[in-house]
């Protein structure tokens, strides 16, 4: 079994910044990805920006040199900074996780979500 807890999410003016934060625990061998995923209002849930475990990134072009994602595998922990945000980045972010368990098995995880509103 594993948990995520997801943080950082709020109210932010146009061109401000956020930082997300996901961490992962429970009956964790090792991690082979860690992501998050966006759904805005009235919109389907589509890719963020995900990570590797050996620290390659992967960006959707919207948020493209304007996020970046970085992960700490000594605390199974993601981050996604988010800056010069824009209105159309309002949405529920969701962590996502790809981890192989102690015993050795493959599972996704997906976190509850934390709303990003960019607002003036």
């Known amino acids: 079994q594993v948990q995520l807890v997801e943080s950082g999410g709020g109210l932010v003016q146009p061109g401000g910044s956020l930082r997300l934060s996901c961490a992962a625990s429970?009956?964790?061998?090792?991690?082979?990805?860690m992501g998050w995923y966006r759904q805005a209002p009235g919109k389907q849930r589509e890719l963020a920006a995900t990570?590797?475990?050996?620290?390659?990134?992967n960006y959707a072009d919207s948020v493209k040199g304007r996020f970046t994602i970085s992960r700490d595998n000594a605390k199974n922990t993601v981050y996604l900074q988010m800056s010069s945000l824009k209105p159309e980045d309002t949405a529920v972010y969701y962590c996502?996780?790809?981890?192989?368990?102690?015993?050795?098995?493959?599972?996704?995880?997906w976190g509850q979500g934390t709303l990003v509103t960019v607002s003036s």
């Open positions: 429970g009956s964790i061998f090792s991690i082979k990805s």
């Open positions: 990570i590797t475990e050996g620290g390659w990134p």
């Open positions: 996502n996780v790809y981890v192989l368990t102690r015993d050795y098995r493959y599972l996704e995880v």
